[in-house]
């Protein structure tokens, strides 16, 4: 976790005074990632804090029943930690700041609904969200409440640990468990899978449209808390920059849309955002 007490350097103050003033009246499409849930305790798996191994593929998760129990019994451990996560400062600066009519729409790539649960209503989730499940046969969905209720009732063996190293998807760093049993749909019998983007699978084509028409209605894009080293975040900003819109960037590190910035501002997204957007 970062420290938000931490005070800004001499660079980062010019540059959000430049920011500030570059971005003043304009309606903003915000694009976050997992550098904006750092200080709520959820890792990163690039920037500083970041977890050292990979997620779980897409075609892991389908193709192989061993690997969907391996993902169930990591997820039924970590997912309490994402459960009992809670909205920083830079959550709340954006939600104070779409309230005031400045956020034209928020994209996240972050799985762990804390926009929303921070006041945000106009939230693209682009990678699904961690507290939903979804069958890949019917589409029948449940919370992930009710899909830890059903794990609980198959394995009462198994201890939730919540000291396992985790990740920004809530897949704890442990071994399967031995015997862990997984839950199937109650209506198909097919395979449940939690209902975000893994690794390797495709953005659903009405969402990435969605958000990049809101890159389009916006005046600017600010982007917060991301390195962009995917393509579903970098060709929000690479259009931005296209469409003659002015890009900002806010992240501890250095991200694939650097040189299309007018201002980067090198600071944590907790201290950053509430005096960019609401001073």
Known sequence: MTNPTEPLSV?????????????????????????????????????AGKVARHPMTFDNFVGSEAARVRYWARSFVGWSRIALAEPNEGHRALAKAEENGRIEMLITQNVDGLHQRSGSQKVIDLHGRLDRVRCMSCSW????????????ELNPHVSKDVSFEFTPDGDAEIEAVAGFRIANCAKCGGVLKPDVVFFGET?????????????????????????????????????????????????????????????????????????????
């Open 11 to 47: 660079a980062a103050l010019y540059a959000i005074e430049a920011a500030s003033a570059r971005l003043k009246s304009k309606r903003l499409t915000v694009l976050t990632g997992a550098g904006i849930s750092t200080d709520s305790g959820i890792p990163d798996y690039r920037g």
């Open 141 to 152: 969905v449940i919370s992930r409440l009710e899909m830890d209720e059903l794990l609980t």
């Open 203 to 279: 953005v659903p084509v009405g969402t990435v449209e969605n958000a990049m028409d809101a890159v389009m209605r916006a005046d600017a894009l600010l982007v917060a808390g991301t390195s962009l080293q995917v393509n579903s975040g970098m060709r929000f900003a690479r259009q931005a920059h296209r469409a003659g819109k002015d890009v900002v960037i806010v992240n501890l590190g250095p991200t694939k849309a650097d040189d299309l910035a007018i201002a980067k501002i090198e600071a944590n997204t907790s201290l950053v955002l509430g005096e960019l957007l609401n001073d």
